[in-house]
């Protein structure tokens, strides 16, 4: 370098952008007077950069500075998981030299392929581990998980997409990026993402960056439908997304990816804060829109279910479609004391939800009787709007007395809700139960001849449907009954003293009648009628006289 210099008196020389910096040069140095220094996995790419810098290649010397530093990448840094990530490590303050040498690129491929490796290894580990506790199944998992949240976003990028291609499990995948996410974004911890209280951005961590990290663990998701990512890993996402102001197309698809399979959500995870001044204080838009997602695909599910099946009337997704609906009835309950949620949006969450979600309606009337409470200050025509959801024939007994006792309520509310008791109470009493509404369900929907086969079909599904909550209310019904007869037995019971020897006696009374009982069925003849003898002639009934 000097040499090729133009001033031949040069007593200064700079090396600009030297890899690895005066640490490395110092080594370098030292290699070139013979002094001994140990070649590690942290200073072997540096050490690779310098020597590709300084041009100490074969043609000076055999043994060079490159050839050495390969010899030690090929033989110990790649074989080794570890190795190979504190190579890659050092990587992230080299110039783009470490690219044009390929440092990185084979410190990824070796990560991949013995991570691959390790995993058939462990393969007789996990099934040796199937029949221990789960402290020891724990510890058979993948143990290069941990070492891999060290590197940073767009080298972890690459490690990932090279496992993705070389073969590594997914769930092995989506376990180290839960563990990456939760190392590297420190918001998205336990103890603050999922307590929405403590949820803050990391301070030692720009927020550009936490948005990038975000952004890129979520495209490195496992793409198949499947349930290997944890619902509580996705809705800590979600939060973080929202709190680094992610993008539009990011937190749809972790709402998709929630509202596949929203029936297993519990209320807690639903209960996603709000970051707007002067909005709700739960993130309310983004439940709608979970919610709006799940009932696409229940009605893509039915579209497919009618194109297999030939009789269609199975529905799988109806069970579903309950437990969701039981769901955002607690939900709404939880969110109705906010002072600051709008009554567009309580009924917006309310109404997007069909009438065969809510077997029963408690669930609905309690949301809105504790929106009720806690908004005194709504007209006459706003509360008329938003008990109009409730229907008075779903309601239980419970429910019903509470419901006519309200004065939250509308009069009109209260007043449809005493007629529909006394309808109850008076088929209760005819031994109907009910069979008049069932019955006029049942007649609306048979289908008529001039209908299309595909109009045939979609009655044919609406009858089934309402017949099967037609069934649970009538169980809903029938086991209040049992309850309320049990009290009535016990009570009958308690006042009784000599209950069982009162029956006694009545039972022996009753078989001494039968003895002297005819053979018409051993039914008691009223004294003064005429009896027809076998002959089929009226006779007189006999009389014992004593004299």
């Given at each position: 370098?000097?040499?090729?210099?133009?001033?031949?008196?040069?007593?200064?020389?700079?090396?600009?952008?030297?890899?690895?910096?005066?640490?490395?040069?110092?080594?370098?140095?030292?290699?070139?007077?013979?002094?001994?220094?140990?070649?590690?996995?942290?200073?072997?790419?540096?050490?690779?950069?310098?020597?590709?810098?300084?041009?100490?290649?074969?043609?000076?010397?055999?043994?060079?500075?490159?050839?050495?530093?390969?010899?030690?990448?090929?033989?110990?840094?790649?074989?080794?998981?570890?190795?190979?990530?504190?190579?890659?490590?050092?990587?992230?303050?080299?110039?783009?030299?470490?690219e044009e040498v390929g440092i990185p690129n084979r410190c990824v491929e070796a990560i991949a392929m013995n991570a691959c490796k390790e995993q058939l290894v462990s393969g007789l580990s996990r099934l040796e581990c199937d029949g221990e506790s789960?402290?020891?199944?724990?510890?058979?998992?993948?143990?290069?998980?941990?070492?891999?949240?060290?590197?940073?976003?767009?080298?972890?990028?690459?490690?990932?997409?090279?496992?993705?291609?070389?073969?590594?499990?997914?769930?092995?995948?989506?376990?180290?990026?839960?563990?990456?996410?939760?190392?590297?974004?420190?918001?998205?911890?336990?103890?603050?993402?999922?307590?929405?209280?403590?949820?803050?951005?990391?301070?030692?961590?720009?927020?550009?960056?936490?948005?990038?990290?975000?952004?890129?663990?979520?495209?490195?998701?496992?793409?198949?439908?499947?349930?290997?990512?944890?619902?509580?890993?996705?809705?800590?996402?979600?939060?973080?997304?929202?709190?680094?102001?992610?993008?539009?197309?990011?937190?749809?698809?972790?709402?998709?990816?929630?509202?596949?399979?929203?029936?297993?959500?519990?209320?807690?995870?639903?209960?996603?804060?709000?970051?707007?001044?002067?909005?709700?204080?739960?993130?309310?838009?983004?439940?709608?829109?979970?919610?709006?997602?799940?009932?696409?695909?229940?009605?893509?599910?039915?579209?497919?279910?009618?194109?297999?099946?030939?009789?269609?009337?199975?529905?799988?997704?109806?069970?579903?479609?309950?437990?969701?609906?039981?769901?955002?009835?607690?939900?709404?309950?939880?969110?109705?004391?906010?002072?600051?949620?709008?009554?567009?949006?309580?009924?917006?969450?309310?109404?997007?939800?069909?009438?065969?979600?809510?077997?029963?309606?408690?669930?609905?009337?309690?949301?809105?009787?504790?929106?009720?409470?806690?908004?005194?200050?709504?007209?006459?025509?706003?509360?008329?709007?938003?008990?109009?959801?409730?229907?008075?024939?779903?309601?239980?007994?419970?429910?019903?007395?509470?419901?006519?006792?309200?004065?939250?309520?509308?009069?009109?509310?209260?007043?449809?809700?005493?007629?529909?008791?006394?309808?109850?109470?008076?088929?209760?009493?005819?031994?109907?139960?009910?069979?008049?509404?069932?019955?006029?369900?049942?007649?609306?929907?048979?289908?008529?001849?001039?209908?299309?086969?595909?109009?045939?079909?979609?009655?044919?599904?609406?009858?089934?449907?309402?017949?099967?909550?037609?069934?649970?209310?009538?169980?809903?019904?029938?086991?209040?009954?049992?309850?309320?007869?049990?009290?009535?037995?016990?009570?009958?019971?308690?006042?009784?003293?000599?209950?069982?020897?009162?029956?006694?006696?009545?039972?022996?009374?009753?078989?001494?009648?039968?003895?002297?009982?005819?053979?018409?069925?051993?039914?008691?003849?009223?004294?003064?009628?005429?009896?027809?003898?076998?002959?089929?002639?009226?006779?007189?009934?006999?009389?014992?006289?004593?004299?």
């Open positions: 370098m000097v040499a090729d210099g133009k001033d031949s008196n040069i007593s200064k020389l700079e090396l600009l952008n030297f890899p690895g910096g005066p640490q490395t040069f110092e080594l370098a140095m030292k290699f070139c007077y013979g002094m001994n220094f140990e070649i590690t996995a942290a200073n072997v790419a540096p050490l690779r950069c310098a020597a590709e810098y300084l041009e100490m290649t074969e043609d000076y010397r055999e043994e060079n500075l490159v050839a050495r530093t390969e010899v030690y990448l090929n033989e110990v840094v790649v074989l080794s998981i570890e190795k190979s990530v504190e190579a890659l490590c050092s990587c992230e303050t080299l110039p783009p030299i470490a789960t402290e020891l199944k724990s510890g058979c998992l993948d143990w290069w998980i941990e070492d891999l949240s060290v590197l940073r976003i767009d080298y972890y990028q690459k490690v990932i997409r090279a496992m993705e291609r070389i073969g590594v499990r997914p769930d092995s995948i989506v376990e180290s990026l839960m563990h990456y996410a939760q190392a590297s974004l420190k918001g998205i911890g336990k103890c603050q993402i999922w307590n929405p209280a403590r949820m803050k951005p990391n301070p030692g961590m720009a927020e550009n960056d936490q948005k990038t990290i975000v952004e890129i663990l979520l495209n490195l998701l496992p793409t198949e439908k499947s349930s290997s990512v944890p619902l509580s890993f996705l809705f800590g996402m979600l939060r973080m997304a929202i709190m680094v102001e992610a993008t539009i197309a990011c937190r749809l698809e972790l709402e998709r990816r929630i509202a596949f399979r929203l029936e297993m959500v519990s209320l807690d995870d639903l209960l996603i804060p709000s970051l707007r001044t002067g909005d709700s204080l739960f993130d309310v838009d983004t439940v709608h829109r979970i919610l709006v997602n799940f009932l696409q695909r229940i009605e893509d599910e039915e579209n497919e279910e009618r194109e297999n099946e030939s009789d269609g009337l199975g529905y799988l997704g109806h069970d579903s479609l309950l437990k969701v609906g039981r769901l955002i009835d607690t939900y709404l309950a939880e969110i109705a004391p906010d002072p600051y949620l709008s009554l567009q949006k309580f009924i917006a969450m309310i109404e997007i939800l069909p009438d065969y979600a809510r077997v029963i309606d408690d669930g609905i009337y309690r949301a809105i009787d504790i929106y009720l409470k806690a908004h005194p200050m709504l007209s006459d025509h706003e509360c008329k709007k938003l008990c109009k959801f409730i229907d008075c024939q779903k309601l239980s007994q419970e429910a019903s007395n509470h419901a006519a006792q309200n004065e939250r309520l509308p009069v009109q509310m209260a007043v449809r809700v005493l007629y529909f008791e006394q309808l109850r109470l008076k088929n209760a009493l005819c031994g109907s139960s009910g069979d008049g509404f069932l019955s006029q369900k049942i007649s609306s929907g048979v289908p008529s001849a001039a209908m299309s086969p595909r109009d045939n079909y979609a009655s044919l599904r609406r009858e089934n449907r309402e017949l099967k909550l037609e069934i649970s209310r009538m169980r809903v019904r029938l086991s209040e009954l049992e309850k309320e007869q049990m009290i009535m037995k016990r009570g009958m019971m308690d006042k009784s003293g000599n209950g069982k020897t009162f029956l006694t006696s009545l039972s022996k009374g009753i078989g001494r009648m039968a003895i002297f009982s005819g053979p018409a069925g051993g039914k008691r003849q009223k004294s003064g009628r005429k009896s027809r003898g076998p002959d089929g002639k009226t006779g007189r009934s006999r009389r014992y006289s004593v004299s």
